[in-house]
């Protein structure tokens, strides 16, 4: 079972006038990530960039990595869960590779998460009430 969403897609040219090789300042414009977030994934081994002196260049595997790592950021997948995911790959090269108990883990994860979040706006809702003056 596999997953896809568009969300991710790199907000410039569309694929077919892409150049093959972006160096890292285009990648980070293209996807609204900074620089930071690139080399933190290269660091991580997430990503393996071309080398040319200094200058790291991303080919159409990498961005193909990099929409992976950003959908399952999106998703609330933590960086070695999505790094699994890259080496397990789907073979639509698309979408990303998840089987219905992750999906069903993930989703029970998510919605703790927004219960928790639902009560800290509660009770900030409720202080926020308590220190408005009369009127």
């Known amino acids: 079972m596999s997953l896809q969403t568009a969300t991710t897609a790199p ?3 569309p694929a077919t006038s892409r150049p093959t090789w972006m ?3 285009d990648m980070a414009r293209a996807y609204r990530i900074s ?3 690139l080399r933190f994934y290269e660091n991580r081994g997430l990503i393996r960039p071309r080398r040319e002196g200094a200058v ?3 080919g159409p595997g990498e961005r193909h990595k990099l929409e992976m790592i950003l959908k399952g950021k999106l998703l609330g997948f933590t960086l070695s869960e999505i790094r699994d995911m890259i080496v397990a790959d789907s073979p639509d090269g ?3 590779p998840l089987n219905a108990e992750q999906i069903a883990r993930q989703i029970d994860h998510l919605e703790q998460q927004r219960l928790t979040v ?3 706006i509660r009770e900030l809702q409720r202080v926020r009430r ?6």
């Open 130 to 135: 308590r220190l408005r003056p009369a009127s």
């Open 11 to 13: 907000e410039s040219a």
């Open 94 to 96: 698309e979408s990303l």
């Open 56 to 58: 790291r260049l991303y």
């Open 23 to 25: 160096p890292i300042g």
């Open 118 to 120: 639902e009560k800290a």
């Open 35 to 37: 620089l930071r977030a």
